[in-house]
């Protein structure tokens, strides 16, 4: 090795468009944090250029990159290898590369998972309750189903997609599951262990809440928003104010930037400086 090396390591995004996403300001915090000559290069990349785009991770050099909108679906069939669960889902988010082959991986759900299990969380034999039935929902239920959850319910207003996500979780995972349209004020049944909130209402600027009655919210339940902007959403705070345990979006997004991060680096990231980057940028 060189006692100085031009070179850096590269790593990145793919999608379209790009401009808002704020990944880069975590990620690059953590090369920081550890010293590392790593650089994340946010790129555009256009649906008809995702293909050779892909095939560049291995003609660049790169040690692989997250897949954001529109092309977490697209990519599946680009990839040399795909974890079980990532085809389950039907949707990758982060791509690693490993002699010279390309694997695709959604870090989404287990970021989420992580969260959970970190703080002491049990999600085996337990039920949960799932607002919203895109692609949040489906990362989320997959991999609370593969955590071995024994009951999911599906709430969404959409009657179609709902079911359709049942329809998976039944079939292709060991979990149960069942679908409630969301056409009403929803009350939480009070058997219920974890609810997630998978949908992007709360996202900001909007400070609105879903449509639920929290008077059915109790003290036992667990209970998650996706949203990481802002950290602390209108959902988050009427839950706290019921006495459940919470989980933001922020902390299961680094959760989930953490796992791309040591699959490119081999290192164990430096979660708290990633947090703290990321919240930064979303209180400025």
């Not at 008809?48 to 790169?62: D, F, P, R, T």
């Not at 010279?100 to 759900?109: A, F, I, S």
């Not at 970021?111 to 299990?117: D, E, P, Q, T």
């Not at 003290?219 to 602390?232: A, F, L, S």
């Amino acid at each position: 090795m060189p006692e100085k090396c031009y070179r850096s390591e590269l790593v990145g995004l793919f999608g379209c468009p790009v401009e808002e996403n704020p990944t880069v300001v975590m990620v690059e915090a953590g090369f920081q944090q550890l010293g590392l000559n790593y650089r994340y290069i946010t790129m555009e990349v256009r649906p008809e250029n995702l293909q050779i785009a892909v095939q560049s991770l291995k003609a660049l050099g790169y040690k692989g990159c997250n897949v954001t909108i529109p092309h977490k679906v697209e990519i599946l069939k680009y990839l040399d290898h795909v974890a079980p669960d990532a085809q389950i889902m039907g949707a990758v988010n982060t791509v690693y590369l490993k002699d010279g082959e390309t694997y695709g991986e959604n870090t989404d759900g287990k970021g989420f998972i992580k969260s959970l299990r970190e703080s002491g969380v049990e999600i085996e034999g337990k039920n949960a309750v799932v607002l919203g039935a895109g692609g949040a929902a489906r990362v989320i239920t997959v991999e609370l189903a593969m955590a071995k959850v024994q009951h999911i319910t599906v709430v969404n207003r959409e009657e179609s997609r709902g079911k359709a996500l049942v329809e998976l979780l039944n079939t292709k995972t060991p979990a149960k599951a069942d679908f409630a349209l969301w056409d009403h004020t929803f009350s939480v049944p009070d058997n219920t262990d974890i609810l997630v909130q998978a949908t992007s209402v709360g996202l900001y600027p909007d400070t609105d809440c879903p449509n639920l009655n929290y008077d059915t919210l109790l003290p036992q339940m667990v209970v998650c928003d996706v949203i990481p902007n802002p950290p602390k959403t209108e959902f988050i705070k009427r839950a706290l104010a019921k006495g459940c345990k919470t989980f933001d979006g922020l902390s299961m997004l680094v959760n989930q930037g953490v796992i791309g991060f040591q699959l490119w680096t081999g290192k164990e990231a430096p979660v708290e400086a990633m947090k703290k980057a990321l919240q930064k940028e979303f209180c400025e």
